[in-house]
């Protein structure tokens, strides 16, 4: 019987981990292998990847699972693929080695580039038909310093450049699929999200003339197969992680908004078939696209979330945990005036202050740890509220909010965020949202399922309400992150 089950496999990965989840052919988790990846930091604001070790780790996370359960290549329905967004590399399309080390998304060394391309005007330009900033987040800027390194290597025929899913996708179908998707074309800063196409004006901006870019596929899509298992594997599903996690917590609908709290925070909102710009700060992005049918997004993102509690166990350690910051956090004095302002690495959505850095306000002789742990809650929360009145302000008004990601398991943390928000939180029975998605994209994409039953699988494990009002403690926060300079 066991040899009859069918399966999908989701392969996640993100900036710290690579991990392939086991999902039955209902969705529901079965079990997951996951890697650590190594960060390379050359300089100060370098940050890298080295693409084949990602791969490697990738390759045996698939087999390490397909041999545990003891599961035959035709046993699995279909692979999705999500992964960590704009890291870009470029690799040799004869040997498959990478021409150097990816650039992550978190690298800053094209800060001045992109300082330039500002001083001559053309943000307005860029933002317009890319719905992004202009910032050394996004992939083009780091396109163009690796041309200005090699121009040689950089034009040669044989030098293909993408994002990690596209290189993970060559790699799987052992170079005969050169594609990525939409959604993670459409935060390199070359797509145009009116054409839905790669953009030649934007081509021209960041100086890549005569670039290799893959084709763009939707996110359930013919992506290939891959022949590396023993046996034919289906791949039909690929999107951004964020992306994939709006996917995996069913937010089909206009208005729907998942948010997910891990290192990070990222709110995204489905605007459905309209593109939606921000007057705010806020990104304009594809949510996904089924058949021919686009799904237009908004998006604000947090740099700090679950690290500042990382930060409280590693360096201050107050807690031994992440799980116990919800029992102290209990602990705290509520009429503590103590705000935090974690900007570690400046502030993103919607106040974008790259040189801000973080502080603690309102210490008194009775301050103990708890209040600090209970603050830094409200911290992330407060920062949540920031995002949903830049929405707002946009035209965007957000009634409930789905939640995931490791942070979603802190109960305490679920209740202060529907307090600080005065609106209604769920909490999914599954806070994998990200590989969700994308198992649900590659069951979609191999005609498995419908989106229409997909609805209906989403399940809440929890509901949080609004009990009580915040608005003091956060219009103190607003107040001392303003004074900060
Ligand atoms: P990522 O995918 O960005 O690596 P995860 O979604 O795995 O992140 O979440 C990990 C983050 O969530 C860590 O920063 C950790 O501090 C935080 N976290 C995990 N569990 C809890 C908890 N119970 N309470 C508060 N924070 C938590």
Known sequence: MQLMKKFLLSIDQGTTSTRTVLYDAKFKYVDQAQTEINQ???????????????????????????????????????????NQ??????????????????????????????DSLKKMGLESEIKEKTGLLLDPYFSASKLTWLKNRSKTQFLRKTTLFGTIDCYLLWKLTQGKVYATDITNAARTSLFNLSTLDWDQDLIKIFDLQGIKLPEIKKNADNFGTTNLFGGEIK????????????????????????????TGCFLILNTGKEILRSDNKLLTTIGYKLNNDVTY???????????LIQWLRDKMQFITSAPESE??????????????????????APHWRPELKAAIHGLSLETSREDIILASLEAIAFQTRDLLEAFKNDGAGIKSIKIDGGMANNDLFGQILSDVLSIEIFKPSNI?????????????????VKLSELADIWKADKLFKSKKSYEVKYKRYLSRLNSLV
């Open 327 to 348: 029992k102290l956090a209990k602990l705290a004095n509520n009429d503590s005036e103590v705000s935090i302002i974690p900007s570690f690495t400046g502030l993103g």
């Open 432 to 448: 994998e949202s990200t590989s969700l998605g994308a198992a649900y994209l590659a069951g979609i994409g191999s005609d498995h």
């Open 235 to 262: 791949i039909s599903g690929m999107a951004g992680d964020q992306q994939a996690a709006l996917f995996g917590q069913a937010c089909f609908e206009t208005g729907q908004v998942k948010s997910t709290y891990g």
């Open 40 to 82: 390379f930091y050359p300089k100060p604001g370098y940050v890298e990847h080295d693409a084949e070790e990602i791969w490697d780790k990738t390759y045996k996370t698939l087999k390490k699972l397909l041999k545990k359960h003891d599961l035959k290549p035709s046993q699995i329905i279909s692979i999705g693929i999500t």
């Open 297 to 307: 997004a908004l998006e604000g993102s947090i740099f700090v979330a679950g690290s």
């Open 85 to 114: 967004r704009e890291t870009i590399l470029g690799w040799n399309s004869k040997t498959g080695k990478p021409i150097c080390k990816a650039i992550v998304w978190q690298d800053r060394r094209t800060s001045e580039f992109c």
